[in-house]
Structure formats: C-alpha cells, structure tokens
C-alpha cells in the first residue's frame, strides 16, 4: 500500500526547464558562447552549482569563485523576471486531477526538487496548499541521484521509504528514487528514463484508477 506521494517540480509540475534554459543561454552568450537546448537537457534535475560548473565547461571558461558566485546570482536574478509572471495556466496537463484525488483520499503529498525556488512557484500556479511537505534545493546538502531529498521528504511526511512513490522526469531523479527504494514513476521519455519502475509520457496516462490502486494495494 502506498502511503506517500512525492512529487518532483520541474518537469513534473511545470516546465520551469525552459526558463532555466534561457537564463543559462543569457549567461553563455555574455561570457561569449552559446548554449544549446539539447546541452540543457543535461541540467534537468541538477543543482544551480552544479549547472554553472557544466556551461563553464561547456564554454571552455575559467571562474574565480569570486566570478563563479557573481554569475550564479546573475542567473538566478535573471531566471526569476522569467517566472515572475507564471500562473495556473503553466500547470502541466492534469497534475490538479491527480493532487485533488490524493487530497481527497488523505494521502499525503510531499515536493522534492533540487531547486531553490520552488516554494514561490508552487505559490504562483496555485498549487501550495496541496503540499503536506517541501523538500528543496534549501533543506538539502546532497544533489540527486543522492535519495537523501526524498528520505527527507518521506521523514516529514511520516511514511516509511517503502510505502512512497516518486515522480521524477529526470534520470538523476529517478535514480534517486531507487536508491531511496521507493517506487520511481518516471515522466517523460521511456528510453531516458529506463531505469523508472513504471513511465509515463505525462499525467494524462495516469488514471485515477491506477491511483486508487496504489493507494488500496
Ligand atoms: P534553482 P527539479 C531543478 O528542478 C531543475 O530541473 C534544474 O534545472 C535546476 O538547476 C534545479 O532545479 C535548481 O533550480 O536554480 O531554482 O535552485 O527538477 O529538481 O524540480
Ligand atoms: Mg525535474
């Protein structure tokens, strides 16, 4: 029986990753190089520290920490005039259905992402009052596919690892899951997320039956 649901936020949620995608490309085309978006495939799931080391590796470019810290709050201060204005209407297709369904049935429902505004996002869309639980880039210290955000995750929610699901649409995350051994629902492509106990191309495939099967097992 599954007594836990844990869900990731980029990706999963929302697609924050096209935002994050257009920060990191401004950033790149300001210290003289570009960045793709199939080389941002590679930050999906990553820490903010992590993504800068790899577009500086990417661009073949050197840091101070000094420099290095200045430009990942150029960033971030950058990423956040994009999802200034998001709302409801970013919700990605029926993540509502599936949260009101858990609600309902009082299973509770817990937020781990690496990122470190993740709070305010699920404040702008809506979505905040939904969450028993958030587990961020702000509470953890080790980066999936560490499980560590997700045994936290589990720990606030008071349900032991085995009885979570997680939803995760990136591998890093999926493997964190596994590591963490819950049941890893991956979103997103089945030959990327391979290593996921069960896919999803969205929460559109996801019925509420298969939910309440979980949930009764
Ligand atoms: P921030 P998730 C992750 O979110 C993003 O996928 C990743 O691209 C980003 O670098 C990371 O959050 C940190 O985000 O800069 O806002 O702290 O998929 O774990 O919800
Ligand atoms: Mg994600």
């Known amino acids: 029986m599954k007594r836990g649901f844990i869900f990731d936020l980029d990706g999963v949620i929302v697609d924050t990753a096209k935002y994050h995608y257009l920060a990191w490309k401004n950033l790149a085309n300001q210290l003289g190089f570009d960045f793709t978006k199939e080389q941002n495939e590679l930050f999906k799931g990553v820490s903010r520290k992590r993504c800068l080391e790899i577009l500086l590796e990417i661009g073949n470019r050197e840091a101070t920490q000094e420099e290095f810290d200045t430009w990942m709050v150029e960033k971030n201060v950058d990423y956040l005039k994009y999802i200034e204005n998001m709302d409801a209407s970013e919700i990605l297709p029926d993540v509502p259905r599936v949260l009101e369904f858990l609600q309902e049935n009082n299973i509770p429902i817990a937020l781990g992402s690496a990122?470190?505004?993740a709070q305010p996002i699920l404040e702008k869309v809506g979505l905040l009052h939904y969450?028993?639980?958030?587990?961020?880039?702000?509470?953890?210290?080790?980066?999936?596919?560490?499980p560590e955000v997700f045994l936290l995750a589990a720990k606030q929610l008071n349900v032991i690892p085995e009885n979570c699901v997680v939803f995760e649409d990136a591998v890093a995350g999926v493997q964190a899951a596994n590591a963490a051994k819950m049941m890893s629902i991956g979103i997103g492509d089945?030959?990327?997320?391979?290593e996921a106990q069960l896919i999803f191309t969205d929460f559109t495939e996801i019925s509420t039956?298969?939910?309440?099967?979980?949930?009764?097992k």
């Open 190 to 194: 089945k030959n990327v997320l391979a």
């Open 209 to 216: 039956n298969f939910i309440k099967s979980l949930i009764e």
């Open 115 to 117: 990122s470190k505004n």
């Open 131 to 146: 969450f028993d639980a958030i587990v961020d880039g702000n509470n953890v210290t080790k980066a999936k596919p560490d």
